[in-house]
């Protein structure tokens, strides 16, 4: 299944709260309207101080002193996923006159000079347990 990520941040002289508003209330309707798109969701950065991820008894996400992320040191305050069934559906999603509609106002709103587009697609998984690793995957 192809998937669009798309990784935001608001224009300067637009607030964070500004960015989600809109592409909750205007943007993401609009994009859930593309005629191939499976599913649409925005997600948006958590806030370490009202919405901690990790107890109080804990400094580190992980094992590996992995911290939480500073809201106020990370560029990107949303994510938007696209999630369509073929590549065409991507394409086709994205030349449409929905995919038109929801850039409306985006312009006023978005940093796209900072913006980054994924575009990922499943890979089979094997259902093979080995721990053994194939150097040759390597050459």
Do not use: C
Not at 68 to 91: G, R, S
């Amino acid at each position: 299944m192809p998937t669009l990520i798309l990784l935001k941040q608001p224009k300067e002289g637009v607030t964070r709260d500004e960015l989600i508003a809109y592409l909750k209330n205007v943007h993401g309707p609009r994009s859930e309207q593309m005629p191939t798109v499976k599913n649409y969701t925005l997600m948006v950065q958590a806030d370490p101080e009202t919405e901690p991820a990790i107890g109080p008894d804990r400094e580190y996400y992980d094992a590996i002193e992995t911290l939480p992320v500073d809201i106020d040191k990370t560029p990107y305050d949303t994510v938007e996923i696209h999630e369509f069934e073929t590549m065409e559906d991507l394409l086709a999603a994205r030349n449409s006159t929905a995919d038109q509609a929801a850039a409306e106002g985006m312009t006023d709103l978005v940093d796209y000079e900072s913006e980054i587009a994924i575009v990922l697609r499943e890979e089979a998984i094997s259902n093979e347990v080995t721990t053994e690793y194939d150097t040759t995957l390597d050459e």
